[in-house]
């Protein structure tokens, strides 16, 4: 048993180690429902006219880890993020020259996503969906 703790409070400690360690790899790393390829499309709906007004969106999920490209009518960006078992993607935005320029919010539901984007200025703002591929 583990030293300097008699018999049954051992046990009772290394039985709550291992549900620690259980309940840990349930929230990092471990599969998703929204593991796969994704594609889609932004949409712009009010800001200045140098925001981007349209752009197709193609990603991957791994592990709830987001991965992936967004390419408008001017550049690509990047796009990273994570997704929790509800579906609901938490610390995910758009990068250009490795900078953040836009943050996204959204939610996934069976084969489909929908959600929102805004820029850090809060100037452009828009929408955005993708279907799994």
Request: aromatic share 8%.
């Amino acid at each position: 048993m583990l030293k300097g703790i008699p018999g049954m409070a051992a046990l009772v400690v290394a039985a709550a180690l291992l549900a620690g360690c259980e309940t840990m790899s349930m929230f990092e790393g471990d599969a998703t429902p929204w593991d796969g390829r994704w594609t889609g499309r932004m949409t712009f709906s009010s800001g200045y006219a140098n925001c981007p007004r349209r752009g197709s969106v193609q990603l991957e999920i791994a592990n709830g880890k987001i991965d992936g490209r967004v390419r408008t009518q001017r550049t690509n960006f990047g796009l990273s993020g994570r997704v929790d078992q509800l579906g609901k993607i938490k610390n995910t935005f758009i990068t250009q020259h490795n900078q953040r320029v836009i943050d996204l919010s959204g939610q996934f539901e069976g084969d489909d996503f929908s959600g929102r984007w805004e820029d850090l200025q809060q100037t452009c703002r828009g929408a955005w969906e993708l279907r799994r591929s």
